[in-house]
Every structure is written in structure tokens, then in C-alpha cells.
Nanobody, 113 residues
Framework: QVRLDASGGGVVQAGGSLTLSCAAS????????AAWYRQAPGKERELVAT???????NYKDSVKGRFTIFTDNTKNTMYLQMNSLKSEDTAVYYC???????WGQGTQVTISS
């Protein structure tokens, strides 16, 4: 059974950095495209960044230049490095395969001003 769980969230001051991790079971990132999503309070879940099997990456406009998605295939783990964090980055962050309807554990990221 495929499951992806995010971790590494916390409270960070504006301008700070944080790196999230995504542990996967039932799949390998080497052969699957994957993505990070987030859901802010009162808002719909949105796509933040994607990475495919050829290491092609795509980002939501508001995080370009600040966030980096990457995988470590030796650990079968995906990461989201987040720099220059802003208050509007506050959300619960999830990782998933594009189109997968089930969701694993998210991780709360709170940016304090």
C-alpha cells in the first residue's frame, strides 16, 4: 500500500529556513513523480512543487527561488528545502504522488513575524 508521510515542520521566524522530509512506503521516488502540497487555514490544498523521474522540477510561482524540491534515492526520501520563509507560507504541508486520492500525515509549518 502506498503511503507518504511528511515531517520536519515547526515554528520559524520570517526570513528563516526549514527542510521538510517525506518518507514513502510502497513506492520508490526513483520511478515516480512526486509533489509537495500545502493547506493554509480556511483555504484549499494547493500544489507547491513537483519533481519527476528525470529530476525535472516545477514550482508554484510564489515559492520559486525560495523552495527546492529534491529526493535522496538511497533513503527513498523526498525533501522540501524552504528558505526566506514568509508568513503566507504558514500551512500544513503534505507530500503525495500527483493524482493519488489518499493522503498521509502532514506537517505544520508556522512562520512567526
Amino acid at each position: 500500500q502506498v503511503r507518504l508521510d511528511a515531517s520536519g515542520g515547526g515554528v520559524v521566524q520570517a526570513g528563516g529556513s526549514l527542510t521538510l522530509s517525506c518518507a514513502a512506503s510502497g513506492l520508490t521516488f526513483r520511478t515516480n513523480a512526486a509533489a509537495w502540497y500545502r493547506q493554509a487555514p480556511g483555504k484549499e490544498r494547493e500544489l507547491v512543487a513537483t519533481i519527476n523521474q528525470n529530476d525535472f522540477r516545477n514550482y508554484k510561482d510564489s515559492v520559486k527561488g525560495r523552495f527546492t524540491i529534491f529526493t535522496d534515492n538511497t533513503k527513498n526520501t523526498m525533501y522540501l528545502q524552504m528558505n526566506s520563509l514568509k508568513s503566507e507560507d504558514t500551512a500544513v504541508y503534505y507530500c503525495n504522488l500527483p493524482g493519488l486520492s489518499t493522503w498521509g500525515q502532514g506537517t505544520q509549518v508556522t512562520i512567526s513575524s
